[in-house]
């Protein structure tokens, strides 16, 4: 069976990098920086003009957590619309009730609205922070969801290989898994074979100098000392390194 890779992009570049890389398939956000925010409709556009890559788009309103007011709730809807509408060919999202458990009601309300127009539900990292995983499992499915992504409920995904493999082999007849965190060549072999899935995401991390980043009493930096003056991309090489590692499994 074929193993599929999603590469995380923030950008145009990202995508075309993940692009001219061999992925297939990436998840576009915006502000990758804070986990991820809802994607660029203009950069969606160019991509779906530009290359033959399906694009899940990310739709989250700002950082932090998963649990939504109302008003926030009506534009992820709009937002998820307004994508669906441009060429998105699914959307990553996650719903949350403050007591961690799945908002049922609003995530059947978005994976409607996405196969109405015959794309793919995708629900995100939010339920890595979910009290009970197999419950929480048991209303994806009730909501028609298309695809999971997870960490197996760790900062990385090989931490958590042992929840991915029992979430594999109790619902992955009804629902696909997508194991995401600190996933790379060097790993992803491993936590294919120790988990049965056969979907990785990864961010391919690079990096970029900009020297405008900071000024002796000014600074934008968002990353590390080690990084203070860049950003971070998709680093093609890494994408193309990540399908290599694969190619035979």
Not at 92 to 113: C, Y
Not at 116 to 130: I, L, M, Q, Y
Not at 147 to 153: A, F, I, P, V
Not at 196 to 216: F, M, N, W
């Amino acid at each position: 069976m074929k193993t599929t890779v999603e590469i995380c992009t923030g950008s145009y570049a990202d995508c075309m990098a993940a692009f001219h890389g061999g992925a297939e398939r990436v998840e576009l956000n915006s502000a990758l920086s804070v986990g991820g925010l809802t994607a660029s409709v203009a950069v969606l556009r160019c991509v779906k003009k530009e290359t033959t890559l399906k694009v899940i788009c990310m739709v989250r309103p700002r950082a932090g957590g998963f649990c939504y007011d109302e008003a926030e709730t009506k534009i992820m809807m709009e937002e998820a619309r307004l994508l669906l509408e441009n060429g998105a060919d699914g959307i990553a999202f996650g719903f949350l009730h403050a007591d961690g458990t799945v908002h049922r009601e609003r995530t059947l309300q978005m994976s409607e609205l996405i196969h109405s127009f015959g794309k793919e539900a995708v629900f995100h990292r939010a339920f890595d922070v979910t009290k009970d995983p197999f419950q929480a499992m048991e209303v994806l499915l009730s909501c028609k969801i298309d695809r999971l992504l997870t960490s197996g409920q760790r900062a990385k995904a090989m931490q958590g290989a042992e929840l991915i493999a029992q979430l594999q082999d109790r619902f992955g007849d009804r629902i696909e898994i997508l194991a995401g965190s600190g996933v790379n060549a060097q790993n992803a072999g491993e936590l294919l074979a120790r988990t049965g899935i056969r979907q990785v995401h990864s961010s391919c991390k690079g990096y970029r100098l900009d020297p405008t980043t900071a000024s002796e009493h000014v600074s934008y930096a968002y990353l590390d000392d080690a990084h203070a003056m860049e950003y971070d991309v998709v680093e093609e090489t890494l994408v193309r390194a990540l399908i290599d590692a694969l190619s035979g499994s």
